[in-house]
């Protein structure tokens, strides 16, 4: 069950280098698309910080710039990398767009475009047998300071089946 594209933005990326499972984009996705300020804020800004060194290796990302004329009036109403990654997805065909922040997730659903979070992911990753727990991950990305709403991870494991 491969999905076409996913435009992911930096948290996503970053929260699945913490869990070193990374490459559960590829396996659930044909094409992951990178628009260049996320691989500036992870690769090159972020140097040095969880994420960066993991993210900088990987063959099979695609850094691509969206179109100048759908991103402006996103930039007034998220940050420039979220921004980027909902134009990116806006004028990608069958694209999904990978983000976590709550407010680009709203602006997301305005357009009308397909999206997911890290969460997300790893729940389609053990719906699809690639993982086998999602509490393990869950619990180490808070531990590293990845803060996820208490109700979305209990709704979240639920559904996998983790909790009662």
């Keep these: ?87 990116l997805a806006q004028s990608t065909p069958d694209s999904t767009v990978l983000l976590d922040d709550a407010q680009a997730r709203r602006v997301a659903e305005r357009l009308g475009i397909r999206r997911i979070g890290t969460l997300g992911i790893l729940r389609k990753a053990k719906k699809a047998g690639l993982i086998v727990e999602l509490k393990v991950y869950i619990e180490q990305l808070r531990t590293n300071g990845i803060y996820i709403r208490p109700s979305l991870i209990d709704a979240v494991l639920r559904d996998v089946g983790e909790i009662d």
């Design 1 to 87: 069950m491969i999905n076409s594209v996913i435009v992911a933005d930096s948290s996503p990326l970053i929260s699945l280098a913490i869990i070193a499972h990374l490459e559960l984009l590829p396996q659930l996705y044909q094409r992951i698309l990178v628009p260049t300020a996320v691989w500036d804020e992870v690769t090159i800004q972020g140097i040095g910080l969880p994420g960066a060194q993991a993210v900088s290796q990987l063959t099979w990302l695609e850094i691509q710039a969206p179109e100048a004329l759908i991103l402006e009036p996103l930039s007034i109403l998220v940050d420039r990398g979220e921004a980027e990654a909902i134009a």
